[in-house]
T-cell receptor, first 116, second 112 residues
Framework: AQKVTQAQTEISVVEKEDVTLDCVYE???????LFWYKQPPSGELVFLIRRNSFDEQNEISGRYSWNFQKSTSSFNFTITASQVVDSAVYFCALSDFNNAGNMLTFGGGTRLMVKP | ETGVTQTPRHLVMGMTNKKSLKCEQH?????MYWYKQSAKKPLELMFV???????ENNSVPSRFSPECPNSSHLFLHLHTLQPEDSALYLC???????????FGPGTRLTVL
């Protein structure tokens, strides 16, 4: 069975601080995708990134960066110079390609609060 | 309208009511999904439709009945719900079932 663990349920930082959100996953699949989504107070899940299990290169997009380490089954997300608008719940997810297609297993989410 | 839209955004219903949630995607996608997000559990996949055909029912009680008349529209018909069904119901779509899913804003459902 697949599992995604986001051990940090809540993180509070002051604006301009860097913050890392942890994600650890379990799967028996050799081919899978990892995702990060952002859920602001409005409720909509906003797609941030998808990473293929064969591609362990780190990725940077503006203030966002992701560190994929297959050896430790982790896919951590770092926000540099955080801003108040980054306040949201962030979900890490894992897909299962063995069934009908893209079955997402979500972690419990990390609530990030960025204070001015 | 762009992306994935859901109506209504908020719904309050009694246990004996019948109501429907609507989802529409304007992305030209072929797969659509219903998820349930409650306070006590992680996001749970409920149903998957691929080219209008249901391909996944994640052990959802029969009081939830999905309908997908075409690739752009997805409904969730609700009947004799329980208070524990109160949650945020999210719709998503993807180009194909192997592609990234894009979510709507959700319907906040309260069952009295």
């Amino acid at each position: 069975a697949q599992k995604v663990t986001q051990a940090q349920t809540e993180i509070s930082v002051v604006e301009k601080e860097d913050v890392t959100l942890d994600c650890v996953y379990e799967t028996r699949d050799t081919t899978y995708y990892l995702f990060w989504y952002k859920q602001p107070p409005s409720g909509e899940l906003v797609f941030l990134i998808r990473r293929n299990s064969f591609d362990e290169q780190n990725e940077i997009s503006g203030r966002y960066s992701w560190n994929f380490q297959k050896s430790t089954s982790s896919f951590n997300f770092t926000i540099t110079a955080s801003q108040v608008v980054d306040s949201a719940v962030y979900f890490c997810a894992l897909s299962d390609f063995n069934n009908a297609g893209n079955m997402l297993t979500f972690g419990g989410g990390t609530r990030l609060m960025v204070k001015p | 309208e762009t992306g994935v839209t859901q109506t209504p955004r908020h719904l309050v219903m009694g246990m004996t009511n019948k109501k429907s949630l609507k989802c529409e995607q304007h992305l030209g996608h072929n797969a659509m999904y219903w998820y349930k997000q409650s306070a006590k559990k992680p996001l749970e996949l409920m149903f998957v439709y691929n080219f209008k055909e249901q391909t996944e029912n994640n052990s959802v009680p029969s009081r939830f009945s999905p309908e997908c008349p075409n690739s752009s529209h997805l409904f969730l018909h609700l009947h004799t719900l329980q208070p524990e069904d109160s949650a945020l119901y999210l719709c998503a779509s993807s180009q194909f079932v192997t592609d990234t899913q894009y979510f709507g804003p959700g319907t906040r459902l309260t069952v009295l």
